[in-house]
């Protein structure tokens, strides 16, 4: 009460703040006709002015008034923009390291250049981060015409780029990219062998666009770069033969909310018999430790055949399980779900099933992003997700006013029993708004769903628009000049991404019905009566006379106007109904404009406020209401099971609905305890992933460092004098008598190690000899060994044999270190029964697991580089290709992974030789899963390669 009333009297600190930015807005203003004045060469070199000011000693802030007002000149003269005084506000949001939100329509894409460019004169490189390749090239190429004139230069990162053009992109002054590029490409860099093969500068600034889908929504599924495994294929569809004999309830539970399933012990005991009938079983159960593989495959089986559902999950083409983004709605190309889910998908929808993967380097995007010096972001959607944002990224949202008042009218839901009956009440709404001629856009969770309303509209007389086919709008383009609706539709789901574009910037048309999975970060506004740039760009593609593509656009935007003439005036107006005993009926007017239907409540505020904010935009009248159905999934899992019942007690008969603002502020509270629970999965992910990202920092220093030096001699010679003096101390205690040393022992591991076979038990013999005596004269003779070899083959050659030994022992030892991490995670939950922390025991585990690899480095470096021959190299090694994946640790997936992230380090291993079983010299390099060259069977590393 007491807070309401000081905001009535004082304003809010979002409205402080915004009214704090309002002095510099006008001195931007006043210096509006200045500017205007210059020629463009002037204009061009105010950015080298403004260079030269930053190195006599001024700073960014001292610039941001020229600098902004220099960029909204430049604009309006290449793109024939002018930015409005909130895209300043904007701007300086931006600037300040903060979260601009902006509603829909309101041009944050032109709101970022105002920081780009001023943060650029720098030097340093700006980030700009997008959401998908699409946006990435969009706006490089759009906003790229203002930097350009400006003097500046910009890049743009996308998938399929060489290392070459990655470098000449990461190079220029403002650098485009998706989230993923950029991570995948810190990840990458630290898998190089030389720093000119690294392609990324150092982390100044980045803008994040649709800073809550990138910092939230994918905050929990890690970024990662994996190789293959051994092929299982056939495995995985023995496993899958046995799902279908498995009984829900009675074999397995499903907990949805959880997002698990577990066998119960009936079917462990069906699964067993199964397993050994098919010679699947070892040992006599599943519990023996020889089955815990097994065990993971099957419950990955009936994840994949439980919570993951075609067309909702994932689709299949072309013998392919594509994942869909359960985000925006996009099929991932390529991209593979890890630790055997996407081959039990793969198994079960009986395609090709491809070999499995193992991580070899991850990182979160919460990390990552805190890399960076100062991070931006803008969105349309924020303010529900501003205690996260400051929690974890110190980022605050600041919310900026639109430049024209919303329009838009936001109604009740309507909430029904069942989902035909809510598809009956969408299909009676369109029927009423396609009649007078006013588009609407139907919101949807997924393919499943806008497929099944899709279908549901074809069996009720409409037809669907063919985007695939040349002119495919005409006959609705007709239609609107008619002013009698045409009855077609159009689906934007992931099966139609080549078509998103033109499809969204033409839901805007009179009597356009478009049914869409999730709008976040489309990229498109929609505009009322449609897009002239996109009809402009098809029907003038093949005219080749100037004058008469110049008639044709003009002709396009004098429709349009009259279209959108026809949306604002679709106006519906409705007769309220009275109670009993109460004034008589009122007569409401309901605006046109883009009327938005929500097929059903995300999980998410945000996602919902996103399809909202598809209209409305720039002060344009519209509309919006949900449907709901007690079966939808949010109703059916955190929902009530009461409130089926109580609504039929009430009275509620088929086709009727329940419209009340309660139920709105029940869902709202639903949807917030929804979002707190993925609030702390990811705020407890992140408690972990920063134990590993701590060793990350310094394993990923610790190889720049090594490629920055020419000779890394001295590193590894400290490394093999600390590997002999833990051998010495170990076989030979301090203050102990010379009959009590493991002489044997010790003479042993020199000999395994080292290579050296020295007469230690002579010298232990001599009268008077010290533990430290023993030492000098091991260290000595490690020494001369050292040396002989570079006498051999040159000290150049030796430094680079040193060098790549060490980081390819680094690297090999860190991805092992962190396979004992994921293994680590998943169960030191089991350490809460006994009354610990099981985040502290985390901690204390990993750091004993990091202070272990290193002793493994130095014996593992030291061993090599004493046994290490030189050898032509006749044949180079063919590599393993690599992968990028993204692991969501809290539901056990690993998420969007794609399989054209090949890597190609540099420093290659020796190439293999002629090897002889019985002379260690001709082994050369072996690789730690080899079978171990003298022939035993085993492993090379549980053989003679045990030491690492």
Known sequence: MIGALARKFFGSANDRRVKGYQSRVAAI???????????????????????AQLEA??????????????????????????????????????HEGDIAEMKTGEGKTLVATLAVYLNALAGQGVHVVTVNDYLAKRDSGWMGQIYSFLGLTTGVIVHGLDDAERQAAYAC???????????????????????????????????????????????????????????????????????????????FEVDEKQRTVTLTEAGMEKIETLLRDAGQLKGETLYDVENVSVVHHINQALRAHSLFNRDKDYIVRDDEVI??????????????????????????????????????????????????????????????????????????????????????????????????EKHAAILAEIERANARMQPVLVGTASIEKS???GEYLLKNGYKLIDFTKPKAMDKLYAAARSGKPAKLFAVLNARFHEQEAYIVAEAGVPGAITIATNMAGRGTDIKLGGSVEMRAQIETAEIADEAEKAAKIAEIKAEIERFREIVLNAKEVVEIEPAKGSKPAKTVEKPGGLYIMGSERHESRRIDN?????????????????????????????????????????????????????????????QQKVEARNFDIRKNLLKYDDVQNDQRKVIFEQRVDLMQNDSVAETVNDMRRAFVEDLVTKHVPENQYAEQWDVAGLKEELKRVLDLDLPVDDWAKEEGIADEELLNRIEQKADEHMAAKVAQWGPDVMRYVEKTILLQTLDHLWREHLVMLDHLRQVIGLRGYGQRDPLQEYKAEAFNLFEAMIANLREAVTAQLMRVEIVPPDVQPELPVMEAHKLDYNTGEDEMAFANAALAPMGQQQPAVARDPNNQDTWGKVGRNEDCPCGSGKKFKHCHGRYA
Request: charged share 30%; glycine share 6%; net charge negative.
């Open 57 to 94: 000693g001024k700073t960014l802030d001292d610039l941001l008034v020229p600098a902004f007002a220099t960029v909204r000149e430049a604009a309006k003269r290449t793109l024939g923009q002018r930015h409005f005084d909130v895209q300043l506000i904007g701007g300086m949001v931006l």
């Open 323 to 420: 994942i869909i983004d359960e985000f925006t709605g996009r099929m991932m190309q390529g991209r593979r779900y890890s630790e055997g889910l996407h081959q039990a998908l793969e198994a079960k929808e009986h395609v090709t099933v491809q070999p499995e993967n193992q991580t070899l380097a991850s990182i979160t995007f919460q990390n990552y992003f805190r890399m960076y010096k100062k991070l931006a972001g803008m969105t349309g959607t924020a303010l529900t997700e501003a205690d996260e944002l400051f929690d974890i990224y110190k980022l605050e949202v600041v919310e900026v006013p639109t430049n024209v008042g919303i329009g838009r009218m936001d109604e009740d839901d309507e909430v029904y029993r069942t989902q035909d």
């Open 173 to 251: 002054d403002i650098t485009y990219g998706t989230n993923n590029e950029y991570g995948f490409d810190y990840l990458r860099d630290n898998m190089k062998y030389r720093l000119e093969d690294m392609v990324q500068r150092k982390h100044f600034y980045a803008i994040v666009d649709e800073v809550d889908s990138i910092l939230i929504d994918e905050a929990r599924t890690p970024l990662i770069i994996s190789g293959p495994l051994d092929d299982r294929s056939e495995f995985y569809n023995t496993i899958d033969t046995f799902l279908p004999k498995l009984e829900k309830v009675i074999d």
């Open 29 to 51: 203003n006043a210096l509006e006709p200045e500017v205007a004045a210059l020629s463009d060469d002037a204009l061009k070199a105010r950015t080298a002015e403004f260079k």
């Open 610 to 670: 996103q399809l909202r904010g598809r209209s409305g935009r720039q002060g344009d009248p519209g509309r919006s209401k949900f449907f709901l159905s007690l079966e939808d999934d949010l109703m059916r899992i955190f929902g009530s099971d009461r409130l089926d019942t109580m609504l039929t007690r009430l009275g509620l008969k088929e086709g009727e609905a329940i419209i009340h603002p309660w139920i709105n502020k029940a869902l709202e509270k639903a």
């Open 451 to 453: 497929e099944v309303l």
